[in-house]
């Protein structure tokens, strides 16, 4: 990642599309910084692929501006941008060799026959295929020609990496696999990377910064951990992640009531009371060990139900007094094991203050 203090790589400044009456992205702005390994994260029709084709020429912007290590490229075509592109379909040609398509961009620009077949032959070793140049792609797995896309994207030293939703079409083991291998050829390259996905495991996995995107514009820009641990909007807080929303009402200064009873909330925001409160907490927040009679924010409540889910169970929560709240907590199996669980059961459970968030209704 680039030195604090260091321009930009990547500036894009009040990008809007508008296709027809329908606007795309919504006067969208963001930086980008060398080496960075930046995710634009979101539902289907967000806006995150039309900013990537933008940055690409592949869709110029109806306004705004997009500049590149320093160099205006908001209306260059796509060829006179400085970037590989690798597609969620490969794209590669079927009529190629897996060395042809590699060296592909090379021969466009005119390199000689032995710089393209050392360049190749570095590219191939460096995604693991370095026997596959005779094959075709017909002939590879589709993890295998994923790689062979992402050594063609790479063949020219482009200074900007775009990955279109590169993993999606793959099952999950190899998509594991292979998101691990791209997090270490980043690292390793040093090169500028965005990737789109609406895969949040992913993002979370890979990013060095992640952009939240919804309706044309960007909720939040942050770390993984930010966007996991402080989302921005409910938005943020529901998409990434499992989360809890119980509604209520700002009572006091820092106290939330919801349904019937008062939580201390340290995630207020200086929301003044009255206010109508959505609260929030992930189900591993959920705290069930050394709950006693005068910890903060407990209450009892009965398991209704227990979804197995490998590491963890997933377990739905009611108040034993009836008070009107639903919760959703995460139980390990030693939880489980340990404090013997199972529906039907009651027990003391707390919902920390720090780890409360709210957001106005």
């Known amino acids: ?36 390994f930046v995710v634009f994260l979101g539902p289907s029709g967000c806006g995150k692929t039309t900013l990537l084709r933008a940055i690409a020429g592949l869709d110029i912007q109806t306004s705004g501006s997009i500049h590149q290590g320093g160099r205006d490229v908001s209306m260059l075509p796509p060829a ?15 009529n190629l060799s897996v060395t042809d398509n590699v060296g592909y961009g090379l021969v466009s620009r005119g390199a000689s026959k032995a710089e393209i077949k050392a360049r190749v032959s570095e590219l191939l070793a460096l995604v693991g295929l370095p026997d596959s140049g005779a094959k075709y792609p017909s002939q590879l797995s589709g993890g295998q020609q994923q790689r062979v896309a992402l050594a063609r994207a790479l063949a020219i030293s482009p200074g900007l990496l775009l990955l279109d939703e590169p993993l999606s079409a793959l099952d999950a083991r190899v998509r594991q696999h292979l998101r691990q291998e791209l997090k270490e050829l ?27 995107m919804n309706h044309g514009v960007i909720d939040q820009v942050g770390s993984p951990t930010e966007i996991y641990r402080k989302p921005a909007s409910p938005f943020v807080a529901d998409f990434v992640g499992t989360m809890n929303f119980l509604k209520g009402a700002v009572s006091e ?45 407990a209450l009892e409540v009965e398991v209704r139900s227990l979804e197995f889910l490998g590491s963890f169970a997933r377990a739905r929560l009611v108040p034993s007094d009836g008070a009107e709240l639903d919760l959703v907590a995460d139980f390990s199996i030693n939880l489980l094991r340990d404090l ?13 203050p720090d780890r409360l968030r709210a957001f106005p209704q």
């Open 340 to 352: 013997r669980v199972e529906p039907g059961i009651r027990l003391p459970v707390a919902l920390p």
């Open 186 to 212: 980043q690292r390793k390259l040093g090169i500028t990377t965005i990737m789109v996905t609406h895969d949040q495991e992913e993002a979370l996995a890979l990013a060095d910064r992640i952009v939240v």
């Open 80 to 94: 006179e941008r400085d970037f590989g592109i690798v597609f969620q379909s490969y794209a590669l040609f079927p």
């Open 253 to 297: 200064a820092g106290m939330v009531a919801i349904g019937g009873r008062r939580f201390r909330v340290d995630g207020l925001n200086g929301m003044a009371p009255g206010t109508a409160a959505l609260v929030c907490i992930r189900p591993e927040d959920v705290k069930t060990r050394n709950v006693e009679p005068g910890t903060e924010n």
């Open 1 to 36: 990642m680039g030195v604090a203090g260091d321009p930009p790589y990547l500036s894009i400044r009040r990008l809007t599309k508008r296709f027809g009456s329908f606007t795309a992205l919504d006067d969208v702005s963001l930086d980008v910084f060398a080496r960075e």
